[in-house]
């Protein structure tokens, strides 16, 4: 069971934006301006997208986008493009020796 | 650029010990937080251990805490993760990242090698 909650698959077509949900608590998602996500090709590495809620590391698009309310946070990706068919892992700082909780992760399908 | 190449992973006996190496280059390893991430097969992310640049502040998941430790070598720009009383569950991919200084999120990943505990 993963501290945080995201949907298990979303689906889009070419070029649509969609949005993938990540539910946590008051004690990590809704405590901290700590959350990450992290895109998951199969077979590869994690590969950090956005950290601190909403900011994107160097090189990443930015067609990737987040945000938060209250306990829960966002990833937007818009243009949906062939190569953003992955998993996606939501993350938060967290209160308590646990340092990083993940969601279970959402599988990307583009159609 | 940033590269980090775990070696170690392995085919081990329940209750067996391991030590998973991380050679890390391309960025001045002393300056940085580090950590080890695994994920069980068809599973998601699990954070596991961090150490701080200097080696002296280090956490554990609650999962391996007591059988799993965490250092480093900023001499030979490595890190390491000796795990002990290896349980089946601790079958996964181990991945060494190179950390935010609060631990998180992992800026890096290495390709990760893979740990199997069976009988």
């Known amino acids: 069971q993963s501290a945080l909650t995201q949907p298990a698959s979303v689906s889009g077509s070419l070029g649509q934006s969609i949005s993938i949900s990540c539910t946590g608590t008051?004690?990590?998602?809704?405590?901290?301006?700590?959350v990450s996500w992290y895109q998951q090709h199969p077979g590869e590495a994690p590969k950090l997208l956005i950290y601190?809620?909403?900011y994107r590391p160097s090189g990443v698009s930015p067609r990737f986008s987040g945000s938060r309310s209250g306990n829960s946070a966002s990833l937007t990706i818009s243009g949906l493009q062939a190569e953003d068919e992955a998993d996606y892992y939501c993350?938060?700082?967290?209160?308590?020796?646990?340092?990083?909780?993940f969601g279970g992760g959402t599988k990307l399908t583009v159609l | 650029q940033v590269q980090l190449v775990e070696s170690g992973g392995t085919l081990v006996k329940p209750g067996g010990s391991l030590r998973l190496s991380c050679a890390a280059s391309?960025?001045?390893?002393?300056?940085?937080?580090m950590s080890w991430m695994r994920q069980a097969p068809g599973k998601g992310l699990e954070w596991v251990s961090y150490?701080?640049?200097?080696?002296?502040?280090?956490y554990y998941a609650d999962s391996v805490k007591g059988r799993f430790t965490i250092s480093r070598d900023n001499a030979k720009n490595s890190l390491y993760l000796q795990m002990n009383s290896l349980r089946a569950e601790d079958t996964a991919v181990y991945y060494c990242?190179?950390?935010?200084?609060?631990?998180?999120?992992?800026?890096?990943w290495g390709q990760g090698t893979l740990v199997t505990v069976t009988s």
């Open positions: 990242a190179r950390s935010f200084p609060r631990g998180m999120p992992q800026e890096y």
């Open positions: 391309g960025f001045f390893f002393n300056d940085y937080y």
């Open positions: 150490m701080s640049s200097s080696g002296y502040s280090m």
């Open positions: 008051s004690s990590d998602i809704g405590y901290y301006n700590y």
């Open positions: 601190d809620v909403t």
């Open positions: 993350s938060s700082f967290t209160t308590g020796n646990t340092l990083e909780v």
